[in-house]
């Protein structure tokens, strides 16, 4: 197997076909220790990588979580770049290209044509990733053209309170969730306590819609239209049939999610969002959060802590900071 420097894939040429395996076994393996899961499609596994390779990703959670990853087995071959990437003793990322050489290795081995990879294969690939990288180097370009003409719908309000409720909640873990009782007795209970701080939040900063909002965690849209912008960053567990859903924001997210909240907060509302009116919203909310304190801890849902909501408050608030600088 030759490794073609003109190529973004890496490889050309014959592959020898006990190299070919061994790539093949090597880069799966290293994957699931990574990814936790094996390979999917190239489509969903590249969109994956960016968690790692995206020119954005906040550098403090990539060490932390590169500092959490197994260390690969003993007796695992590390075919080294551009396949894979060393980030510690022991500790490999798979790269597009190396996820692509999969693809391509897998293909070569079901196939007639043997170990031989065409110029039309190896175009194809340099394709794929030539497009992936030009798309992840303009990402964040692209968001701020976006944020300044306003070309996207920003969340609203009341979507934007229930996020920061639940962050400030500590609903950052499963076991820490916000219950959607099924039972209808319980379920108003839960979510009088928990909207009244979500509708606190709102009445500062959307006035004239005071007293107009739906408050459910079983049925309102607000959960719904949170998701759809952050994602798998917010779980929604259904319920029915008597069983108990939950909701939870996966703690890892935390930064991309408070990004969001902050980009969307700092465009497009009227009355304008100020800095000003955003710290009052932030206080009301975690007042009346605290005033339903018992409420909330009777269902065993209550786990604000004073200096985790101290650090969530400075993190929104320098976000907004940030984009509210790039606002006309």
């Not at 969340?155 to 916000?178: K, T």
Request: aromatic share 8%; proline share 4%.
């Amino acid at each position: 197997m030759n490794r073609d420097s003109e190529s973004l894939l890496g490889v050309s040429g014959t592959v020898d076909e006990d190299i070919a395996h061994e790539l093949m076994f090597s880069i799966r393996r290293i994957w699931k220790e990574t990814m936790k899961r094996d390979p999917g499609t190239l489509q969903e596994d590249l969109e994956l990588c960016r968690r790692w390779f995206d020119p954005v990703a906040q550098g403090q959670r990539l060490r932390r979580e590169l500092s959490q990853l197994n260390e690969l087995p003993d007796g695992i071959f590390d075919p080294g770049p551009p396949f894979t990437i060393e980030v510690g003793l022991k500790k490999y990322l798979v790269t597009p290209e190396g996820r692509c050489t999969l693809d391509l290795l897998d293909q070569l081995a079901v196939g007639s044509a043997g170990w031989f990879i065409d110029n039309s294969k190896q175009a194809y690939y340099d394709r794929v990733l030539a497009r992936l990288y030009q798309n992840w180097s303009r990402h964040r370009l692209d968001s701020v053209v976006a944020l300044l003409e306003g070309k996207t719908k920003p969340l609203q309000i009341p979507a934007a309170g229930v996020v920061i409720a639940l962050l400030v909640n500590g609903s950052v873990s499963e076991d820490r969730a916000m219950i959607r009782f099924a039972a209808e007795g319980q379920s108003e209970l839960v979510d009088k306590a928990f909207f009244s701080s979500v509708n606190a939040f709102s009445d500062v900063l959307s006035p004239s819609r005071r007293g107009k909002r739906i408050s459910t965690l079983i049925s309102g849209w607000m959960l719904y239209e949170v998701r759809r912008r952050v994602g798998d960053g917010l779980v929604i567990e259904d319920f029915g049939k008597g069983k108990n859903g939950r909701v939870w924001i996966r703690a890892e997210e935390e930064g991309h999610i408070i990004d969001v909240i902050a980009r969307d907060l700092a465009r497009g509302h009227r009355p304008k969002v100020t800095i000003e009116s955003l710290a009052v919203a932030f206080d009301a909310l975690v007042i009346e959060l605290r005033r339903q304190l018992s409420n909330l801890a009777g269902f065993g849902l209550s786990h604000e802590q004073p200096t985790e909501t101290r650090r969530i408050r400075s993190r929104i608030m320098d976000a907004f900071a940030g984009y509210q600088s790039l606002s006309p």
